[in-house]
């Protein structure tokens, strides 16, 4: 799978980043749609929802404003029923370059199913 981020959405992303203290993590829900006639599966993002009042921010872990997400979801399907949503991007504190335990919990979940989860075709 491969994502095509515009230079305007990748630009709310850096933003969003940034209005995050420093040494916390933060992250950004993606929504988009599948480009047709691609050979590889190839997806356009075409909106972000920021992490949201609710969102957790700690130096090793977050966790997004589901409500929040939901809400700007919701919104989007109103405009453009086909928008899909796409996954969560986050991203760890400067200097942080190893995998939190959070983060290998869920590549554990997600590889061997041991989770309820509904995951996009990885």
Not at 17 to 28: K, N, Y
Not at 44 to 53: C, E, H, M, R
Request: hydrophobic share 35%; with cysteine.
């Amino acid at each position: 799978m491969q994502l095509l981020i515009p230079q305007d959405v990748f630009a709310e992303i850096v933003s969003s980043v940034c209005q995050t203290s420093s040494g916390f993590e933060t992250g950004v829900t993606l929504f988009g749609s599948p480009i047709e006639g691609s050979l590889d599966t190839k997806y356009v993002v075409l909106a972000i929802a920021g992490p949201g009042k609710r969102a957790t921010h700690e130096p090793a872990h977050y966790s997004g404003d589901d409500d929040h997400a939901n809400s700007i979801c919701t919104a989007l399907r109103c405009a453009m029923p086909s928008i899909q949503w796409l996954g969560e991007v986050h991203v760890h504190p400067r200097g942080m370059t190893w995998l939190s335990g959070g983060d290998l919990r869920t590549v554990h979940e997600i590889l061997t199913g041991a989770d309820e989860t509904v995951h996009p075709d990885e």
